[in-house]
């Protein structure tokens, strides 16, 4: 069953123009509705509007498919039912006909196999607290370390364990880059205390990219950029407010598949749709960010 791409991803592709690949899962349980669709065209607008080519990808009528139309992008966000797809999923959606939405890792993975090598979303998935107990990892770590694709986000999931998600991607060897920061953003929050290489610039990120592909290393690059600032919350608002929801959410479902929608909905609630709100334009930014990073970078790449 081969990857279905869009004819307006390969033509641009082939061109040479900058592609940003998007993911479904947002879509179909990252966001309520009608905030999970327009949030899904929006970050479409803001990647065209840096003159670079959207490529949602998910999987419809057990078809993976990279370049879904508005139409088909709706249905991922009204239709219930529609699995969460890891990389491990994509198969099972597959061979059965059905529906999946693609997570961070499925998405690096199908992009860097069709030849895109940018991806936006709004924050990676990672460590989860608890790891002595649950052995909880995120497969987006690895899947990022084995695409070459560069993922704009604003940092790993607050609901995470931080530190020890920064210590796994140092482990794989992934490079963590702050955008305009020398600290990792915490989805939510711009202040999070811990310190990474700070980009200045595209110029800059350009430079960095070239002697990282110089070196022959293979992994991918996370570059986080801090979210909104008209919106962005306090560390310790944040930190209270992810206690209050571990605090709602059972054990039984801090964990697993079921464990980041049940607790970012929790701390919705919680902040009676702040962090949807923040949620919404953190990703939207971060789309546009991709697109203009590898539309310059392009350009500077080819006056080199």
């Known amino acids: 069953m ?3 791409v869009a004819p307006e991803i390969r033509a ?13 899962t947002l879509v179909s349980h990252g966001l309520p509705w009608p905030h999970n669709l327009e949030t899904a065209l929006k970050m479409a607008d803001a990647v065209r509007s840096e003159d670079a080519v ?28 529609i699995a969460k797809c890891s990389t491990r999923d994509l198969p099972l959606a597959m061979a059965g006909g059905g529906n999946g939405a693609t997570t961070v890792s499925a998405t690096v993975e199908i992009a860097a196999r ?36 560069v993922v704009v986000c604003s940092g790993a999931k607050i609901i995470l364990d931080l530190p020890r998600t920064v210590e796994w991607l140092e482990t794989l060897g992934v490079p963590l880059l702050g955008w305009q920061t020398g600290q990792l953003p915490g989805f939510y929050t711009a ?24 070196l022959g290393f293979q992994s991918g690059v ?5 979210p909104p600032a008209h919106l962005a919350m306090g560390g ?7 206690a209050a929801a571990l ?15 049940a607790l970012l909905a929790a701390m919705a609630r919680l902040s009676m749709g702040r962090t949807v709100e923040l949620n919404r334009e953190l990703i939207v930014a971060n789309a546009g960010l991709a697109a203009r990073c590898a539309r310059q970078c392009a350009k500077l790449r080819e006056a080199a």
């Not at 419809?60 to 139409?71: E, H, I, P």
């Not at 996370?222 to 801090?226: C, K, Q």
Request: net charge negative; hydrophobic share 45%; proline share 5%.
């Open 2 to 4: 081969p990857i279905e």
């Open 12 to 24: 641009a592709l082939d061109a040479g123009r900058p592609v940003v690949a998007l993911e479904t």
């Open 54 to 81: 959207p490529a949602v990808i998910g999987v419809l009528d057990g078809r993976l498919r990279v370049g879904l139309t508005q139409g088909e992008i709706a249905r991922f966000a009204k239709e219930p039912g």
């Open 114 to 149: 069709v030849g895109i090598r940018w991806m936006a979303t709004g924050g990676i998935g990672g460590v989860h607290r608890g790891i002595e107990r649950s052995g909880d990892v995120s497969a987006d770590l690895d899947a990022i370390r084995r695409s070459k694709v």
């Open 191 to 214: 202040e999070t205390g811990l310190e990474v290489p700070e980009i200045a610039d595209c110029r800059a990120l350009q430079r960095w990219l070239a002697a990282w592909e110089e």
């Open 222 to 226: 996370v570059l986080a950029a801090a």
């Open 236 to 242: 310790a608002e944040v930190a209270q407010l992810v």
């Open 247 to 261: 605090d709602e959410v059972p054990e039984a479902e801090r964990s697993g598949k079921a464990a980041t929608p």
